[in-house]
């Protein structure tokens, strides 16, 4: 069989045109659909990542937020109970406290009140027996007692103390008006006189007035100016008005400290 050359050359040039033909509008743009399809989808795949990157980001920050407002719920729940806690705390205090205030000003009125009905009670019976004392004795009253109200009031009169004296010679110095001898009961006249000589012999007083004073009760009393001096009845009758005084006060200071200690052991028990 022979061989055309020129057959060959020319299906050899075909074949090359036919190559480059495919090449130029068959391979290449199959290649760069394919390239631009490889692009988009490389392009979808790191926009996919890049948004799951970023949906990750969003659900860390959620979560982020998420405890946080969580730790805010729990710190605020903490602080509504503590606050709670404290107020209902405050609150029982102050009950305490007002509870507490009102029993001591009942026990202060309680003490006042009672205070009062002793002190009443202790001023009704003192005049009660003051004047009982005092009725009793102007019942008594007769020459021989009036005797005795005299020899005890001269018996005082030498028993002046210097001071006494001094403040007597100081009226005298300034007096205008003479001193008066006053008595619950009528003197006679050998009675004034004696009297007389004694205020003279004692005290160096001249003059002197009497005057007759029934309301004064059991007694007998010089006075000159703001100089008094005194023996009656009603001295003895204030001493023992101050000793049973006492005695009461004392009494009462007993029960309001018997009190207190009680009023004390309730609280304590309380």
Not at 96 to 102: A, H, K, Y
Not at 180 to 195: H, I, P, Y
Request: charged share 30%; with cysteine; proline share 1%.
């Amino acid at each position: 069989m022979l061989i055309d050359n020129f057959t060959v050359i020319a299906q050899l040039i075909n074949f090359l045109i036919l190559v480059w033909l495919l090449k130029r509008f068959l391979y290449q743009p199959v290649l760069r659909a394919v390239d631009a399809r490889e692009a988009r989808l490389q392009e979808q795949q790191q926009q996919a990542q890049e948004e799951q990157n970023q949906a990750q980001a969003l659900k860390r920050e959620l979560e982020e937020e998420q405890r946080e407002l969580q730790q805010q719920r729990d710190s605020l729940l903490e602080q509504a109970r503590t606050e709670a806690r404290e107020h209902k705390e405050d609150e029982l205090k102050q009950a305490r406290t007002e509870i507490e205030s009102q029993k001591q000003q009942w026990h202060q009125q309680l003490r006042a009140e009672q205070q009062h009905l002793h002190s009443h009670l202790r001023d009704c019976a003192l005049q009660a027996l003051r004047t009982a004392v005092r009725n009793a004795l102007n019942d008594l009253a007769d020459q021989e007692l009036e005797q005795q109200m005299i020899r005890h009031f001269s018996d005082l009169l030498e028993h002046v103390t210097p001071q006494q004296r001094q403040e007597l010679e100081d009226i005298k110095v300034g007096a205008g008006t003479e001193p008066v001898l006053k008595t619950s009961f009528n003197l006679d006249e050998n009675t004034q006189e004696s009297l007389r000589t004694a205020l003279k012999s004692t005290l160096e007083i001249n003059a002197v007035t009497f005057s007759h004073e029934p309301a004064m009760g059991c007694g007998i009393k010089l006075v000159w100016d703001d100089y008094t001096l005194e023996w009656s009845l009603d001295n003895y009758l204030e001493q023992m008005e101050r000793g049973l005084q006492h005695q009461l006060e004392d009494i009462g200071a007993a029960e309001q400290k018997q009190n207190k200690d009680q009023g004390q052991e309730q609280e304590t028990s309380a």
